[in-house]
């Protein structure tokens, strides 16, 4: 592979994989700045800049997750928008709908990604060569990993485990003390999920399958 393919295909995995986190944080921040909550607007973190979302290993763990499961899925995670709830007129209420913001948002964009592919195939026959092969492509490409790497990050953040969206959804529709219960097992959430996905096939097993049905509803 020449030097020109392989930033080719570095820029059709990074540029949906960029987004798609740099989406998720704004729409977290962009649902809070709605209801109230100045925090992320202050920090600059309502932006599709990606330097301001980016985690370094997060944004790693995409690729490399995406290689290793054959393409079936993308796993990552950005640097975390600041949300205070205090700003909310209704705490519970509000956390509940910035949680549901990422990935709505993630599943927005893979419909948006299926609807640019279905298109482009659609124009590709018709399309002369140089433009096809040089543009369309590719750009096709970037919209099939695009719908991979949305649905994958929308139900991976979906796992009704705090920090994770999940568990935050699932907090705010649990009864109040059930709910408080709940979340205090925010600090080990995120060590629950590396020891379920390094020892056990639970994550994979789940998310792997749906993510391949969605996908493949979406790109057929």
């Known amino acids: 592979m020449n030097l020109t393919n392989t930033i080719q295909q570095i820029a059709i995995m990074a ?97 948006l990604s299926s609807l640019l592919f279905h298109f482009l ?9 140089f433009l096809a092969a040089g543009l369309i492509r590719p750009v096709a490409e970037m919209c099939q990993i695009s719908v991979v790497i949305n649905i994958s990050l929308a139900i991976f953040n979906l796992i009704p485990l705090p920090p994770l969206d999940g568990g935050r959804i699932i ?12 979340s205090k097992i925010e600090p080990l959430g995120l060590v629950i999920i590396v020891g379920l996905g390094m020892f056990t096939n639970v994550i994979g097993n789940t998310i792997f399958p749906l993510v391949d049905f969605l996908s493949t509803l979406l790109l057929r």
């Open 171 to 182: 907090t705010g529709i649990l009864p109040y003390e059930l709910a408080r219960a709940y």
């Open 15 to 111: 540029v949906p994989g960029v987004l798609a986190i740099t989406l998720h944080e704004s729409a977290h921040g962009y649902v809070a700045y709605r209801q109230g909550d100045p925090t992320a607007r202050d920090l600059g973190r309502l932006t599709i800049n990606p330097l301001k979302h980016l985690d370094l290993l997060g944004t790693l763990m995409v690729p490399i997750s995406y290689f290793l499961s054959g393409g079936h899925a993308a796993i990552g995670w950005p640097k975390p928008v600041p949300i205070n709830p205090n700003y909310f007129e209704n705490p519970r209420r509000g956390m509940l709908w910035v949680a549901l913001a990422g990935p709505g948002c993630n599943f927005s964009l893979a419909f």
């Open 121 to 129: 195939a659609f124009i590709y026959p018709m399309a002369p060569q």
